[in-house]
């Protein structure tokens, strides 16, 4: 994938979404237990998603993440009953699960 890097190969980028998919199923638990950390954590991950929205050039890939960012930003923001929350991370799980498939799609054609 053409980063303002240079190459990150396809398959990097696709062990990426693995993790992040782990990263964001994690905030369920931690707001669950009523962790003091899960707005850093919130905030962290947002701060690594603004990151990869910067390298980044795929323009299939941009906007995805900036519907992530902007759904943890009101996460983070928002007084929400644990079904909206779960909800929303979910949501958030489900359009990385997209990128994934998209990956897939971009190795499998380069091979």
Same mark, same amino acid.
Do not use: W
């Given at each position: ?9 396809? %398959?990097? =980028?696709?062990?990426? !979404? ?5 990263k964001l199923f994690? /905030? ?5 237990? #009523?962790?003091? $950390?899960? %707005?850093?954590? /919130?905030? %962290?991950?947002?701060?690594?998603? =603004? ?6 050039? +795929? $323009? ?12 943890? +930003?009101? /996460?983070?923001?928002e007084d929400m !009953? #644990? ?8 949501? =958030?799980? !489900?359009? $990385? ?10 190795? %499998?054609n380069a091979r």
């Amino acid at each position: 994938m053409n980063s303002k890097y240079g190459d990150i190969s396809n %398959d990097a =980028c696709y062990n990426y !979404t693995v993790r992040l998919i782990d990263k964001l199923f994690k /905030i369920i638990p931690l707001k669950e237990v #009523h962790s003091p $950390t899960v %707005d850093s954590y /919130i905030e %962290d991950l947002i701060y690594e998603l =603004c990151g990869n929205n910067a390298i980044f050039e +795929e $323009t299939e890939y941009n906007p995805k993440l900036v519907d992530i960012i902007s759904i943890l +930003e009101a /996460i983070k923001n928002e007084d929400m !009953t #644990h079904k909206e929350y779960r909800r929303s991370v979910f949501k =958030c799980i !489900t359009i $990385t699960e997209q990128l994934k498939e998209y990956m897939s799609g971009v190795i %499998d054609n380069a091979r």
